[in-house]
Every structure is written in structure tokens, then in C-alpha cells.
């Protein structure tokens, strides 16, 4: 979701910079676990085959506002590998979700996979989603 | 609280100078620094609102996107990259 909100030739970039803007401006914080950043500078990384690149975009994504970066310890690493047995997530989608899980957050993300596995544990929307429950009824 | 910063050493060799010659400690001129750039220009989250630092850096990341995009040597997004990265 943070990838396509900077990717204006994301399919799915309007809802994410929209849900992303007004979650930021909304001031609540953005738990993230440190596999993320890994993630992001790999792919780019791959797609730019420019590693200033790559590191630019990790250290412009560690200036989000409201971010709590969550490290992957011995007991989130437990807590997702009890979420993984329990509903088939894949490795990083579980440590995901375990983070918004252990935050008590909502898990946001354009990922249709992580959505239908994830189960009740988590409460989890895409930023479309999102948008039209702020929206409200009738809007 | 102590910190352990490196510092060039012909920086450090002037500094030292500066200190001997004004009778104030490098310590001291450190911490006058400090508080000389912190009145000068107080951090972006005491001056900018929630709205204007979430647009900001929203700006900012749609302008590393674009940089990406410009700069990309594979035709897929970095989403795509990302998920097929994940196993998909």
C-alpha cells in the first residue's frame, strides 16, 4: 500500500495516496515491522538496478510521519508464526499481520491474499475500503 | 547524556584551536552550537501542522516514485516486484 501510494503507475495509487493522506493527517500512528524496509529497498533495488535509489526510497519511507517501526524479535517472530499455522498466511504476510495484531491496529493493504487468509484476528480492509467507511453511509 | 561522534580531523584540529584561544572548552562550544542551530531552525514537527506534514511527505514519496520510475529497468511496478518477491 505505501509502495503504490508513491506510484503514480500503480492501478491502485489513487485509494492508497488517498487513504495515506488521510490517515496522516488524521495523526494516528503507522506500525510498520522492519521487514518492510527491507522489502521496499529490495524491490526497487531490482526494478531501478540503482542502489542510491533504493536507499533514498527506504530513508524517505522512514520519514513518515507516525511510523513505529516494529522489529521482527523473538516474540514477534513467535506471534507470527503462531498467526502463519494458524490461518496459512505466508512468512511475510504473518509477520504483517501479527503487527497489527499486537498493536491492536487495523491492517490496511492491497493485498487480496493477505485479506480472504488473515481471519478474524485482525480487523483488515484495502484503502478503498477504507475510504468509503470514513465516507460514511448514504456518501 | 555522552555521544561519540567522529569528526574530520583538521575540523577537529581547528575547533581545538578556536577553543584554546577563546578559553572555552570544546564541550562547551559544541553545546553552543547546538543550541545556536536549534533556535536558528526549530525541527518541521514543531512548525508544520499534521495536514501540511502528511502532504509534505506524501510529496516527497510521490517524488521518489517518480524517480524510481524514471530510473526503472524492469517494466513492472514496484508492487509487482514486491509481490512476486513475496512468492505469488
Do not use: C
Not at chain 1, 4 to 21: I, N, T
Not at chain 1, 64 to 93: C, I, Y
Not at chain 1, 95 to 101: E, I, L, N, R, S
Not at chain 2, 26 to 54: H, N, Q
Amino acid at each position: 500500500m505505501l509502495v503504490a501510494a508513491g506510484a503514480v503507475e500503480d492501478a491502485a495509487h489513487d485509494p492508497a495516496a488517498e487513504f495515506l493522506v488521510a490517515a496522516l493527517r488524521s495523526g494516528v500512528s503507522i506500525h510498520q515491522p522492519t521487514l518492510t524496509f527491507v522489502e521496499v529497498g529490495a524491490a526497487v533495488a531490482r526494478r531501478t538496478a540503482d542502489p542510491q535509489i533504493a536507499a533514498a526510497s527506504v530513508a524517505e519511507l522512514l520519514r513518515l510521519p507516525g511510523l513505529v517501526m516494529h522489529s521482527l524479535d523473538l516474540a514477534a517472530a513467535a506471534e507470527a508464526a503462531a498467526l502463519a499455522g494458524q490461518t496459512g498466511l505466508r512468512g511475510a504476510d504473518a509477520v504483517y499481520a501479527a503487527t497489527a495484531m499486537r498493536t491492536g491496529s487495523m491492517l490496511v493493504t492491497l493485498d487480496r491474499e493477505l485479506l480472504e487468509r488473515v481471519g478474524p484476528a485482525v480487523t483488515s480492509m484495502t484503502p478503498a475500503d477504507w475510504i468509503r467507511a470514513s465516507a460514511g453511509p448514504g456518501s | 547524556m555522552k555521544a561519540t561522534i567522529n569528526i574530520p580531523d583538521q575540523l577537529y584540529r581547528r575547533i581545538k584551536a578556536h577553543s584554546a584561544m577563546s578559553g572555552r572548552s570544546v564541550r562547551e562550544l559544541t553545546i553552543e552550537m547546538y543550541e545556536r542551530i536549534l533556535a536558528e531552525s526549530p525541527p518541521p514537527t514543531l512548525s508544520t501542522s499534521g495536514s501540511s506534514a502528511a502532504d509534505a511527505w506524501l510529496e516527497a514519496w510521490q517524488r521518489v516514485g517518480d524517480k524510481i520510475a524514471t530510473a526503472a529497468v524492469d517494466q513492472r511496478t514496484t508492487r509487482e516486484i514486491l509481490v512476486t518477491d513475496r512468492g505469488r
